[in-house]
């Protein structure tokens, strides 16, 4: 899906997320796998298939963090293509609002309302995979340990809309 800008969502939030500070990205591919391959202007990403995406976000989900395991990374910031409303500034609020080590767990909020970017810590990824499962993500861990979340107000820098949501269902 391309922006009204022209660039394709997926290079809208690769350079979001490179704007905002962060400096290693994955992406986890779905539907259009073979399209943002052979299209996208990327840069140095690691390009992850999912090939169960007809069941959610949720298994993207599982995806990238079973890759992650993989690294020596103590944190993972989570980011939606289909929310171009967020910029680098609310990426690098997050991270400037993060502690460092395995149990950061933020959420950036519009309103006082939970939206992306998410930080996830370590720590909670096994329980964040088991928990992710349809296109539910990482909300039920995020609900389950919400005394643990640490909200990051970005309501004046930013808008969570996802354009796969139509407006009256985010209300």
């Known amino acids: 899906m391309r ?17 905002g500070g962060c400096t290693r990205i994955w992406v986890v591919l779905g539907a259009e796998s073979a399209r943002v391959r052979a299209e996208a202007s990327l840069g140095d990403v690691t390009l ?7 069941s959610g976000m949720g298994s993207s989900l599982r995806v990238g963090l079973a890759a ?13 293509v289909d929310t171009p409303g967020i910029g680098p500034d609310a990426v690098a609020r997050l991270l ?35 928990l992710a499962t349809a296109d539910v993500g990482a909300r039920a861990y995020l609900v389950a340990h919400a005394d643990q979340v640490q909200g990051v107000p970005c309501e004046d820098i930013a808008d969570d809309t996802d354009l796969d949501v139509p ?5």
Do not use: F
């Open 96 to 130: 400037d609002a993060a502690p460092s080590g395995p149990g950061a767990l933020l959420t950036a909020t519009y309103k006082g309302k939970r939206g992306h970017p998410v930080i996830l810590g370590r720590g909670h990824w096994p329980g964040v995979t088991t």
């Open 3 to 19: 922006h009204e800008d022209g660039h394709l969502l997926v290079e809208r939030a690769v350079a979001t997320l490179r704007d």
């Open 48 to 54: 992850l298939d999912n090939p169960a995406w007809k």
């Open 167 to 171: 407006a009256e269902a985010e209300e």
């Open 68 to 80: 992650l395991a993989e690294t020596d990374a103590e944190a993972v910031m989570v980011l939606l």
